[in-house]
Structures are given as structure tokens and as C-alpha cells.
């Protein structure tokens, strides 16, 4: 095996190891990363759980009136290795959450995208966009 | 011959990010004027116990790795320790490959107020990456050798796999899905072996080996990792494992097994490298044993399998396709 050879062949290797730990489902099989909503509110219950952490969250409209939210993010363990932690995120916290939208309709479900807190700090759930879009450039 | 020079673009951008762990590993504030603690470590932990890749060269289509042949020759020159009665000490730490690798890497931005967890990338990018995957887990040179009656039926799962997977709901993966120990504490006359479960459908995941001589206990009732039971062969300590239920899979990939499964499991411990060699013997469903091997370095960071997670499925009645990741 020449140095070239195996060089590209432990980079191609390394890619595949970025895959997710986790076998669950595909992004792309519940929800629809062309569609989010926007919901501000605050957060009612933190479920740091296999294989997805579950943020719950009441929305209260002009009028005063409630709508919980379900708002799906990655596997504990991957956030804890992101730096993402449980103690964090508090029952409580006035927070602004973008989040893709599911496909089968179901309205009160999502999957965070970014959660912004009350003091302005985000955390996004991905890499900056910047970064995306210079990464998916047609060679 | 395009398609996979962006495969290989693709692994080396997410290669070169991986490469900045140790700058990484700093601490990060999140947000500095919060009022609560905000800081923490990106990846901290585990990952500085293996911090490098790993791969699956002899094309298993397993998730846990073979770290570097460069890693393993420098650990391998480590003196052997030995058990006061002369065996090789197992006991240890020995996370797979790419434990810590595979930690995302966290980014602040230069105002310090975007915390971005760098998961959860969208785009063709990802796509690519996502079917040069599934071709490694279904095309490798070392798949498990099927009957040729149960082919079809495997291949029609692996691609049922978010509908089909028990561990996808929850249920305990077993031996040996669950891979190598991460952390083995050795007796005189038992193992133990522990497995860190956090990323997985498992909780409190461990295995007791007698290795006192006795033979298998034909009363225990069948169960997800078996009835294991130890001997030493010159360096190797040789698992001999039966007894299991039927109803777990040995992969993602659709990979089942019948009760008959018996696996003969190996570690050879040479300076801080123990060899894992797997055999699979299944006459209800393989053609021939389905055998593979890793190496698993020690880690000296003095990381031990703490992490669990607990489970609760919620998505499998939202899923509208069956991608798999």
C-alpha cells in the first residue's frame, strides 16, 4: 500500500466514522429540512434520553392561548460530545427554537435547529450555514 | 470516478475538522454573560482516550473500528502487564477507534453568542456521504455468509431497518453487537466486562466470564449476551459463548442470527493493545463461521464505561420513508 494510497483510504475511512453512532432514522425519513417553524416559549420539560433528546415546550399566542410542543434533537450522547449538555437547558427558560417540520403533517413536532435563550445566546444544532453553502458549491 | 473524488473531498474536509480535537478540547464559553454555568468542554472525556480514527478495512459493515496500524504499533511496544498468577492483566479501558473521534467538534463564533454543535449538516454533501455508507455496509469483502435462502430476507430488513431494527426500539443490542468490552476488570477467576452503552439502546450493559474452569450452566435461561465462560490459551484468554435468544441482530444491517449462535471470543494482550478476534458460528442461518477481528488500544486518559442513556422511542409512527442513516 503506497503512503498516497493509504492516506486517502484512512480520510475516506474517517468520513464513514462520521456517521452518526447512533442507527436510528434518517433525517431525511420524519422530517422535511426545506420547512421549519419558529416557535418561542417556555420550556416545560427536558428528556435527555436515547435515541433522541426531547425539549418540551408551551407556546402562548396573543390571546393567550397554550400549544406544547414535542422538539426532537440528536442522541445524548453525541450532544454531550458536542458540548451540548442536559444542565444547560432548565424547565423554565424562555427560549426561541427554529425547527425543521415533519412530513407525515403532524404540526406540534420538530426537529431544533437552533435554540435561542433569553440572553441571546443560540446554540445551533448543525454547522454554520456559511460553512454549508460554501461546502455544497457545484465543483 | 467524480462521485466518489467527492466521497474523498467530503471524508477529508470532515477529517481536517477532526483533526483540530486538541484545540477542540479547550474550553469553550458559550455564553459568558449567562446566568447559569455555560461553559463546557467541547468533547471532553472519552474522546481524549482514543483520539483517532478508525476504520473497517476487512469490510464487516460493524460500526466499531479498527484504529490506525501506526496507533496500534506504538501501543503494541508498551510493556504486557501480568495478573500475580502470570496471565496477561486485561483489565483496562479499551475504547474502539474513533470513540473520541467522532465528537463533532463544537464551534463559537467570533462574538462568542452561536454555539454550532456541527451535526445535523444538510445538503447534497451529506447525501453523498449517506449512500457511500450504506454501499460500505452492504457490499464489504466480510459480510456475515448467509444461506442462500435467507439472503433476500436479510437484504429486505437492512433496508426495512428503521421499521425493522429491535435496537432501533429500544431493545437491548446483545453480544456481540455490542462490540468489545470498553472497559474489562480482571480476577482470578472471573472477567467482567463492561460496556459504555450511551450511544446505544442498551442499559447497564455488562458480562460476567467465569474462567475458574467450570463448563456452561444448561439451566440459564437463553439471554441477549449468553452464558460465557473463560480459559487461557498460552497469552489468549479463549470466551467461549452460548444460550442466546434469537431475536437480536448482529448489525444495522438486517443481520440476524437463530438460538444455535455460539461465538468464540478472544483477547491477546501485547503492551497496550488487546487483539478481539470473533467467531460466529450460526449452522441455522451461515453458510461458514462469520470471523473478524479488531484491535483495541488502551486508553490512558483514565476513562472508565460510565456513560448510559436511558431509552424512550418516540419516532417510528412519524417516519414516512425508510432512509437510514
Known amino acids: 500500500m503506497n503512503d498516497k494510497f493509504r492516506i486517502c483510504f484512512w480520510v475516506a475511512m474517517a468520513g464513514l466514522l462520521a456517521a452518526p453512532l447512533w442507527a436510528h432514522h434518517s433525517i431525511s425519513a420524519e422530517f422535511d429540512t426545506s420547512r421549519t417553524l419558529n416557535v418561542k416559549g417556555t420550556l416545560t420539560k427536558i428528556e435527555w434520553v436515547n435515541p433522541h433528546v426531547y425539549i418540551y415546550l408551551d407556546a402562548k399566542d396573543e390571546k393567550g392561548e397554550v400549544t406544547a410542543y414535542a422538539l426532537e434533537a440528536g442522541p445524548p450522547g453525541n450532544l454531550r460530545r458536542a458540548g451540548v449538555l442536559k444542565t444547560m437547558f432548565s424547565v423554565g427558560d424562555q427560549v426561541t427554537i427554529e425547527a425543521y417540520a415533519t412530513k407525515d403533517g403532524t404540526k406540534n413536532l420538530g426537529l431544533v435547529k437552533s435554540i435561542t435563550f433569553a440572553d441571546g445566546h443560540t446554540i445551533v444544532m448543525g454547522r454554520d450555514p456559511k460553512e454549508v453553502e460554501k461546502a455544497n458549491q457545484p465543483e | ?325
Not at chain 2, 227 to 252: A, K, P, R, Y
Request: proline share 8%; with cysteine.
Open chain 2, 1 to 325: 470516478m467524480k462521485g466518489s473524488l467527492l466521497v474523498y473531498s467530503v471524508a477529508a474536509t470532515m477529517a481536517m475538522a477532526s483533526l483540530s480535537i486538541p484545540a477542540a478540547a479547550q474550553n469553550h464559553k458559550v455564553s459568558p454573560g449567562a446566568p447559569r454555568a455555560k461553559e463546557v468542554q467541547v468533547g471532553y472525556g472519552l474522546d481524549k482516550d482514543q483520539p483517532f480514527a478508525g476504520a473497517d478495512p476487512d469490510g464487516t459493515g460493524l460500526p466499531f473500528k479498527e484504529p490506525p496500524a501506526e496507533a496500534v504499533a506504538a501501543a503494541k511496544k508498551a510493556p504486557t502487564p501480568h495478573m500475580i498468577d502470570g496471565h496477561p492483566d486485561l483489565t483496562g479501558f479499551w475504547a474502539p477507534a474513533g470513540w473520541g473521534y467522532a465528537v463533532t467538534q463544537g464551534k463559537l463564533s467570533t462574538d462568542g453568542k452561536t454555539y454550532y454543535t456541527q451535526r445535523q449538516a444538510e445538503g447534497p454533501n451529506q447525501t453523498a456521504q449517506k449512500v457511500a455508507e450504506l454501499k460500505h455496509r452492504t457490499e464489504g469483502a466480510n459480510l456475515p455468509p448467509y444461506r442462500p435462502e435467507l439472503v433476500a430476507k436479510v437484504k429486505d430488513l437492512a433496508e426495512h431497518q428503521s421499521k425493522m431494527d429491535p435496537a432501533f426500539y429500544c431493545a437491548p443490542k446483545g453480544f456481540p453487537r455490542v462490540g468489545p468490552p470498553t472497559e474489562v476488570i480482571e480476577n482470578p477467576k472471573t472477567l467482567v466486562f463492561l460496556y459504555d452503552t450511551v450511544n446505544s439502546s442498551e442499559q447497564n450493559a455488562f458480562r460476567v466470564i467465569s474462567t475458574d474452569g467450570r463448563g456452561h450452566d444448561p439451566t440459564l435461561n437463553p439471554s441477549y449476551y449468553g452464558d460465557s465462560i473463560g480459559h487461557w490459551e498460552g497469552n489468549t484468554m479463549v470466551i467461549d459463548v452460548t444460550n442466546f435468544v434469537d431475536d437480536t441482530w448482529l448489525s444495522q444491517n438486517g443481520t440476524i442470527h437463530s438460538d444455535a449462535m455460539h461465538v468464540i471470543e478472544k483477547l491477546t494482550r501485547e503492551g497496550n493493545v488487546v487483539t478481539w478476534d470473533v467467531s460466529i458460528e450460526d449452522p441455522k442461518v451461515f453458510t461458514k463461521p462469520w470471523v473478524f477481528s479488531r484491535h483495541l488500544v488502551h486508553g490512558l486518559a483514565g476513562g472508565h464505561a460510565l456513560e448510559e442513556a436511558p431509552c424512550v422511542e418516540h419516532d417510528g409512527n412519524h417516519l414516512v420513508n425508510t432512509d437510514r442513516n
